[in-house]
């Protein structure tokens, strides 16, 4: 079974290391269903190799995207095939909308604590 080991994002490339028995197929980024790019293989040993795939700058915007870096036995710009093997997911979370969810997870997180202290202090000023 193939292990991933992701390394860093560096200059909009994606690095890792793939440890794996048998020499891997095809490597392919995955963007919401869509084949966006193959990645490049470079041998370390007989069950290492070297990763790097580049995230296509057109596929960045604000929010969270989800890329996926699939195995499979497809050739060339075929589409990611069925039973392809899922290596390792990167997330990104970039912009204003982010942070205006984030606003909003934590104004909800303040109003939960609020309402959990004013059960405890009911609840403690019973005895």
């Known amino acids: 079974m193939a292990e991933f080991e992701s390394l860093e994002l ?25 084949r966006v790019a193959e990645a490049q293989l470079s041998p370390i040993d ?8 580049g995230i296509p700058s057109d596929r960045l915007s604000d929010g969270v995207q989800s ?11 075929d589409p990611p095939q069925p039973g392809a093997l899922h290596l390792a997911s990167l997330t990104l979370a970039a912009g204003e909308a982010l942070e205006y969810d984030l ?22 000023s019973r005895d």
Request: net charge neutral; hydrophobic share 40%.
């Open 10 to 34: 560096n200059g909009g490339t994606w690095h890792g290391i793939l440890r794996s028995d048998t020499p891997p197929g095809r490597l392919i980024l995955v963007h919401f269903g869509d």
């Open 103 to 124: 606003l909003n997870e934590l104004t909800l997180l303040r109003s939960e604590v609020d309402l959990l202290k004013k059960e405890l202090r009911r609840l403690a």
């Open 46 to 53: 007989k069950t290492s190799w070297r990763v790097a795939v």
């Open 67 to 77: 890329f996926l870096l699939l195995e499979d036995d497809g050739k060339d710009v």
